[in-house]
C-alpha cells in the first residue's frame, strides 16, 4: 500500500497548495481588503479622516492614521510570512473593534439592520481566515 506522502507527491493539488507563489498569492488576497483600505486611506487622507469622523471616531486624524498603520503593517507581516502571528492579530482585533464601533446592526431599522448584520457575519469569516493564517504560518 502507497504511504500517504507518495499519493500526495503526485497530487497536483498538492503540488499547487506547497508551493511558495501560492503562499504568498494566498496571504496577498487574504489582506486584500485590508492593505486596499490602507493605501486608500493613505492616498486620500482627508477622505480617510472623513470616514473616520461620520463613524463618530474622533480625532479622525488619529484614528485614520492608526488604521493606516494597522492595516499596512498588518498585512505586510502576513504577506512577508514574518511574525504572521502578529499581523493576523493585529487585524483580527481591528476587524472586531470594527463591529460594535461602526457596523452596530443591533441599533438600525431594517432593511440596513439585515444588510450590516451580513457584513458582520462577513467580518467574522474573515476572523477566522486570519486565525487560520496565524495557526498555519507556525
Do not use: C
Request: charged share 10%; hydrophobic share 50%; proline share 4%.
Amino acid at each position: 500500500m502507497a504511504s500517504v506522502e507518495t499519493t500526495l507527491s503526485g497530487n497536483p493539488i498538492h503540488a499547487l497548495t506547497s508551493s511558495n507563489w501560492f503562499g504568498y498569492l494566498a496571504r496577498i488576497v487574504l489582506t486584500f481588503g485590508f492593505w486596499g483600505s490602507g493605501l486608500s486611506k493613505l492616498i486620500d487622507f482627508p477622505s480617510g479622516v472623513a470616514e473616520m469622523a461620520q463613524a463618530g471616531l474622533e480625532p479622525a486624524t488619529a484614528f485614520n492614521i492608526a488604521t493606516i498603520i494597522t492595516q499596512l503593517v498588518g498585512s505586510a507581516l502576513i504577506i512577508l510570512n514574518r511574525w504572521t502571528w502578529l499581523g493576523a492579530g493585529a487585524l483580527g482585533v481591528f476587524t472586531a473593534l470594527t463591529i460594535p464601533l461602526v457596523h452596530h446592526f443591533w441599533t438600525m431599522e431594517e432593511p440596513f439592520r439585515t444588510m450590516e448584520f451580513y457584513v458582520v457575519m462577513e467580518h467574522i469569516t474573515v476572523i477566522g481566515g486570519l486565525m487560520v493564517a496565524a495557526w498555519k504560518s507556525r
